[in-house]
């Protein structure tokens, strides 16, 4: 939508709105660089000090910040969700596809729902189902017997292996690969023979995958993403691997093979976990965590050392090359008190 009317938005928004309705807005904008006819949002009173020189058209605040605003204002409980849903309204991103292109590759035996819009040298091969409002992009390829539910896109160059299942109004960026084989081979005195991957990837519903990620297909048992999963650009997602509801994976994460994560936790960015264990539901692995055990209790988890001067980073490197020496001298100093 490129505009809208104050009042409407506030209606859509659920919010309270003070001030002129009859306002146009055009656009979202930043407090610092918001100007007329756009909307801006106060997400923290910290801030409340720029609301003196900022030049949007309208705030959304909560009513806390409400005398602190010379322009119209939204009161809502939640600035930054409302801003989540406003966006989302006044959302101008273009559609992936639109119709079907005469370059696109559809098998005649694929079956694609009502208003399905294929880009422009895509692929869809035997036996695969579209559902309703699907949007496949351009260059994408779709492999025999997949599944995509309804209102589900895909932009540029996405591959979906065969057999995959994908849930409804999904969104996965540009040049992500889902179903490729797993990390999965037999060693014969040296030689790596390969383990055909016999499953597949099941994902739920409301799931969106950043760009370039590559979720793995199953070596027997499947990979599973559940419903309302985030997952960032450039992750990794190894064969077998099973996350569980509205879990958050970002940037750059690394997970093995046959590691179950739990409902409702967060990784953070660059983070490195181990296969074959379990991480329970509401754990939250702050950014370059390396997880080597299971984690059982909800909670924050942290690893890793934080950046330093490099000076002060060396004194901290030998410190821990000496750990178990340093452990073996305070024991005996310990043990001396102890008699004493």
């Known amino acids: ?49 720029q609301l003196g020189i900022c030049k949007a058209s309208a705030v959304v605040l909560t009513e806390a910040d409400l005398d602190f605003v010379n322009s119209a204002a939204l009161v809502v409980k939640d600035p930054y969700l409302t801003y989540a849903r406003m966006a989302q309204i006044l959302d101008t991103t273009p559609q992936p596809a639109k119709d079907i292109a005469p370059s696109a590759a559809i098998d005649a035996s694929a079956k694609l729902g009502a208003n399905v819009a294929i880009g422009a040298n895509a692929v869809i091969e035997s036996g695969v189902e579209l559902g309703d409002n699907v949007v496949i992009g351009p260059g994408c390829f779709v492999g025999k017997n997949s599944r995509i539910g309804a209102g589900t896109r895909l932009w540029a160059n996405v591959t979906v292996y065969h057999e995959i299942q994908i849930g409804e109004r999904c969104l996965i960026q540009s040049g992500t690969v889902i179903g490729a084989d797993g990390f999965g081979y037999a060693n014969d005195r040296g030689n790596w ?22 979720i793995d297909r199953g070596a027997l048992d499947n990979t599973q993403i559940g419903n309302g999963v985030i997952i960032d650009n450039q992750c990794q997602i190894a064969h077998n691997v099973m996350i569980g509801d509205n879990t958050a994976v970002a940037g750059g994460v690394i997970m093995a093979g046959s590691l179950k994560i739990g409902r409702y936790c967060m990784i953070g960015g660059a ?4 296969g074959h264990m379990e991480i329970c539901d509401k754990v939250t692995v702050t950014g370059m965590g390396m997880v080597m055990r299971p984690i059982t209790e909800p909670g924050v988890y942290s690893s890793g050392i934080p950046l330093q001067p490099n000076k002060t980073w060396r004194k901290t ?19 001396k008190v102890d008699k004493d």
């Open 317 to 335: 490197a030998a410190l821990v090359m000496n750990i178990d020496e340093i452990s073996k001298r305070l024991k005996n100093i310990e043990r």
């Open 1 to 49: 939508m490129s505009s809208i009317r104050l009042a409407d938005l506030a209606q859509q928004l659920d919010a309270e709105l003070h001030g002129d309705g009859e306002l146009v807005i055009s656009g979202i904008a930043s407090m610092q660089s918001a100007q007329s006819g756009q909307i801006t949002f106060l997400s923290n009173s910290r801030y409340r000090e």
């Open 271 to 274: 983070s490195v976990i181990n």
């Open 193 to 214: 023979v390969k383990i055909p991957q016999l499953g597949t990837v099941i994902i739920g519903d409301r799931v969106e995958i950043g760009a370039c990620t590559t």
